[in-house]
């Protein structure tokens, strides 16, 4: 990707979430905006981008949490937990419309799902790096959808 191409993504993401981050049922499809029509090719590659854009700001919070805590897998639990919330709190127009829209997502958006949820389930020492694949994408889907269970309903989870 050209840095001139990165740009136009970053703002086209940044239109989004403020012009439609309270108001996830309205996305429009890109064709329907000058400022997404040459960036995005449909709205699935616009929610890959979205999800590209929280992924990339949970791993930060992962990388930091995960280097404070020991290596145990509570400890690790706890600080994939931590992140996720901070992420969450930090982009709440970002989660509102991936959790609006990302469940019925497929191509490269359901892509970026399924490579949260391996981050989330290997972080959290619930799987092993090696560990058979459908085992960590069992595992990284249970504990997505925990943690925005608990997040709808404004209760932390326990872990």
């Known amino acids: 990707m050209s ?9 086209a993401v940044r239109f989004v ?3 439609f981050g309270n108001a996830p049922e309205h996305l429009p499809h890109p064709r329907e905006h000058a400022e ?4 995005f090719t449909d709205d699935h590659d616009m929610l890959a981008a979205l999800q590209h854009k929280w992924i990339n700001q949970l791993m930060g919070r992962l990388e930091r949490r995960l280097s404070e805590s ?3 897998t509570a400890e690790r ?7 996720w919330e901070e992420t969450a709190t930090a982009n709440p127009e970002l989660r509102r419309i991936l959790d609006h829209h990302l469940p019925t997502a497929h191509g490269e958006a359901l892509r970026a799902l399924r490579a949260e949820q391996r981050l989330l389930a290997v972080s959290s020492g619930l799987v092993d790096h090696d560990g058979a694949p459908s085992e960590t994408d069992r595992t990284g889907e249970a504990l997505l959808r925990l943690l925005r269970g608990a997040r709808e309903q ?3 989870v326990t872990v």
């Open 3 to 11: 840095w001139q191409r990165f740009h136009r993504r970053t703002a």
């Open 17 to 19: 979430l403020e012009r």
């Open 36 to 39: 997404l029509s040459p960036v």
């Open 70 to 72: 020991a290596d145990h």
């Open 77 to 83: 639990l706890e600080a994939t937990r931590l992140a």
């Open 154 to 156: 404004h209760e932390p």
